[in-house]
């Protein structure tokens, strides 16, 4: 099993570009989250999605879309990117809420200028 | 929203000392997990804390959950350069509707020294 992966591990865009961030998962879980990472802020939910066809606001959710069309796949979208949206990216799953394991991908580092 | 303050922020230690790392909130939690993180990957569980006083032992490290289930520690017993990388709390919501969201704290940046 690949457990949680990313796509791409790092982009460069200009502000104004936008772009798809892909997180994929082999373990059928039902749980998929997006989170930023930035230094001194630890990480913080941008959206989250309970399964298959519906997706929720996190903490930090704008200038950010997603979707979730299959079980395994959760995309998370910027549509104009802004220089604030510098980051890493986090994909997560868990099979359900509460008291269980939330498996992480590597991340993906995204650099806006 | 709930918050979670860690402290501290960085730790620079030398090989064989011992260290805390504490996780204090204003908010109860229905669990608390730490976390391990390596530079370049994402965080990988450690342990979940459920029940308020729990302490759980992994190897050299020992972890609380304060009695009113809003603060955690992580001790780390003779710590060795393996034990370097970023550590975080994580509590989860004692609300029913959370779908199982995690707050982050801020995170321990530790350095061990050989």
């Known amino acids: 099993n690949a457990g949680v992966t990313q796509t791409p591990k790092f982009r460069v865009l200009k502000t104004g570009q936008s772009m798809t961030l892909l997180c994929a998962q082999d373990?059928?879980?039902?749980?998929m989250y997006w989170y930023r990472q930035d230094p001194g802020m630890g990480l913080r939910l941008i959206h989250y999605?309970?399964?298959?066809?519906?997706?929720a606001k996190g903490e930090v959710p704008d200038g950010y879309n997603v979707s979730r069309l299959k079980k395994q796949n959760f995309l998370l979208g910027l549509e104009s990117a802004a220089p604030s949206q510098t980051s890493v990216y986090f994909c997560?799953?868990?099979?359900?809420?509460?008291?269980?394991?939330?498996?992480f991908g590597p991340g993906t580092r995204l650099l806006v200028l | 929203t709930q918050l979670l303050e860690q402290s501290p922020q960085f730790l620079s230690i030398q090989e064989g000392e011992n260290l805390t790392v504490y996780c204090n909130s204003s908010?109860?939690?229905?669990?608390l997990q730490w976390y391990r993180q390596e530079p370049g990957e994402g965080p990988v569980l450690l342990v979940t804390v459920v029940t308020g006083g729990e302490v759980k032992k992994l190897k050299r490290l020992t972890f609380q959950f304060g009695d009113a289930r809003k603060d955690s520690s992580l001790h780390i017993t003779a710590a060795q350069p393996g034990d370097t990388g970023l550590y975080l709390c994580a509590g989860e919501d004692a609300g029913g509707t959370s779908y199982g969201k995690l707050t982050f704290g801020q995170g321990t940046i530790l350095t061990v020294h050989p």
């Open positions: 999605s309970v399964g298959e066809g519906t997706t």
């Open positions: 908010s109860v939690f229905s669990s």
């Open positions: 373990m059928n879980h039902e749980y």
């Open positions: 997560a799953s868990s099979l359900y809420r509460g008291l269980v394991t939330q498996y």
